[in-house]
Nanobody
Framework: VQLQACGGGLVQAGDSLRLACAAS????????MAWFRQASGKDREFIAATGRNGAGLVYKDTVKGRFTISRDNAKNTVYLQMNNLKPEDTAVYYC???????????????????WGQGTQVTVSS
């Protein structure tokens, strides 16, 4: 599976962005999909995930109510709608895919086998 993420940019605090991650292949619905992010000088962290066939949604506590992950299996694409962005959301955002991810591991980075190249999100105050 190859993943291509896009949609990042420079925005002001309070603005919204929608990231998209397009996947190759014909078995997209069988993959759990997730978004992670990595701020400069920090470890990569989990943001949101949706299980295979859309079963199971998990979010990092600090983005609940602001970020929404969704998937369109017909377009082989997963989205991350980000509202009310804050400067602390500034990071490179990565999408990830895995076809062996169980529900309890949706937030676990090591559970994902395939990664996109990342898209930069910068939020100014």
């Amino acid at each position: 599976v190859q993943l291509q993420a896009c949609g990042g940019g420079l925005v002001q605090a309070g603005d919204s962005l929608r990231l998209a991650c397009a996947a190759s292949g014909r078995t997209f619905r069988s993959y759990a999909m997730a978004w992670f992010r990595q701020a400069s000088g920090k470890d990569r962290e989990f943001i949101a995930a949706t299980g295979r066939n859309g079963a199971g949604l998990v979010y990092k506590d600090t983005v609940k109510g602001r970020f929404t992950i969704s998937r369109d299996n017909a377009k082989n694409t997963v989205y991350l709608q980000m509202n009310n962005l804050k400067p602390e959301d500034t990071a490179v955002y990565y999408c990830a895919a895995g076809n062996r991810v169980i529900t309890s591991s949706l937030a676990t980075m090591a559970a994902y086998d395939f990664w996109g190249q990342g898209t930069q999100v910068t939020v100014s105050s």
